[in-house]
């Protein structure tokens, strides 16, 4: 895992003693508080069921209502808020089902990366399909998507390129903090650590990422802290280094 030594920045990402209800009717998260500094790797951790998808969709504004706490980008206060004000405030979720969330099978590579930044390109009523054109394909070429043009059907790609493209439109919105929910699932080895060397590249720039992952080397070796989710609340937290796989099992199993 080709994680590289950060000098963390300021707080992108501040959480404070959140508690959510769930679409049940039920307590979904309580008392959550993390944060997330510029240039910094925050894993997410916990066992199936834990909250971790939940927690992301409600940060994005997507998921749940708020019955305590506070979600903070920047400084800046979200409450009340959908996906586009989030995307607005500078978040971005890459979903960990791309085929149900994030993707237009049936249409294009370059339709679908545009597709959450059509504002960029708009000039009055219009877009201006040269502009969008030029900048799909910098991040076609940037992320080494493999296929014919930008023409391609995303639903004609690889798993991998697949991914490659739901990355893409997530970056396309210049955001400050990505969160990534399981970004390596149904993937091969070698786009796996194209997406590492991304999220290295993100946090070199000054990005705060949030990572959900299920496996437990992923999550121990792409992150520079962790924090542990059982049964909808922390269940434990780790520095770099510190935590070992028992250790974070017995966390997610703290409130169980």
């Not at 994030?102 to 502009?131: V, Y």
Request: some cysteine; proline content about 2%; glycine content about 12%.
């Amino acid at each position: 895992y080709p994680r590289q030594a950060v000098t963390p920045g300021e707080v992108l990402l501040h959480v404070d003693r959140l508690t959510v209800t769930g679409d049940t009717g039920t307590r979904s998260l309580g008392d959550i508080t993390l944060e997330v500094r510029s240039g910094e790797v925050l894993g997410l951790g916990g066992l199936m069921g834990a909250g971790r998808t939940e927690l992301l969709m409600h940060i994005m504004g997507a998921y749940g209502q708020r019955g305590a706490g506070t979600v903070q980008v920047d400084g800046c206060e979200l409450r009340d808020h959908g996906p586009a004000q989030a995307i607005a405030a500078g978040l971005v979720l890459v979903s960990e089902d791309r085929k149900r969330y994030s993707l237009l099978l049936e249409k294009s590579i370059g339709f679908n990366l545009s597709l959450s930044a059509l504002g960029q390109f708009a000039s009055g009523p219009w877009i201006d399909t040269n502009r969008e054109i030029r900048r799909n394909q910098e991040l076609f070429d940037a992320l080494g998507i493999r296929a014919n043009s930008q023409q391609a059907m995303v639903g004609s790609l690889s798993g991998g390129n697949q991914q490659k493209v739901v990355l893409g439109k997530a970056l396309m919105t210049e955001p400050q903090v990505i969160l990534l929910d399981e970004p390596t699932r149904g993937i091969d080895v070698a786009a796996k650590v194209e997406v590492y060397e991304l999220i290295n590249r993100l946090t070199d720039a000054g990005k705060a990422v949030l990572l959900v992952s299920s496996e437990l080397q992923e999550l121990m070796g792409m992150s520079d802290r962790m924090v542990i989710l059982s049964n909808g609340r922390i269940g434990g937290r780790f520095d770099r280094g510190k935590a070992t796989q028992e250790r974070i099992l017995a966390a997610a199993m703290a409130h169980n």
